[in-house]
């Protein structure tokens, strides 16, 4: 009984060998693509981002919704946070908890993409070192019998597929946790920047409304002073 179960534990470990090897070249190709995804990312998204913070906030200082929507437009934000800005620029006779809700749900959006994006790299730095240990714990049983017998060619087959296993299973790893890194870094910063931008709208909407409310009083005040 005994030696049955270790022979059908051994089938189990041996066939997962295959698959084990095909899951890592698929990390690999994958971890081959962040990396091209990531270089893209850089060029385009990163080194257009030139967007000063608080001197933005200056320049909206003041502003009517039109002229916020200008200055938005013109600034270095991200094409997606323009988006964003706009769309609550747009909502300007909303009611004030109404319009703190959509910026709110529009921040909540932004963080969802960039989860997605990094959640692809975080699990590719869990697990595939998991599959390169097992792709260097499952030849080195037939290995250490090769060992015994004698057979150097099977035993040196089983440790190169061992080691090969291993160093790409620590590649894959080890290049998705650095762009998880790295990505995680920016994304931080574009989410802080675009709440506070979406703080100065809704400060700005309340003074607009304020002068709107206040401009109308003095009009009703002169008609009614002429009657």
Known sequence: ???????VLRIVASSLQVPTIVILLLLILATVILIGAFAAEFLTERRALKTDIPKLIDEMQGKSSAQLEKVIAESGLLKRQKAACEKLIQRIKYPDNT????????IADEETRYLKKTKVTDIIARVAPMFGLMGTLI???????????GDTKTLSDSLLIAFDTTVAGLISAAVAYVISGIRKGWYEKYMT??????????????????RAFAALQSQEEKEGAIQ
């Open 1 to 7: 009984m005994s030696e049955a179960v270790k022979d």
């Open 193 to 210: 920047g675009l709440e506070t931008v979406m703080e100065t709208i809704l400060e700005e909407q309340v003074r607009i409304r304020a």
């Open 99 to 106: 319009r703190e809700a959509l910026a709110r749900q529009l």
């Open 139 to 149: 030849p080195l049983g037939p290995g250490l019998i090769a060992l015994a017998q």
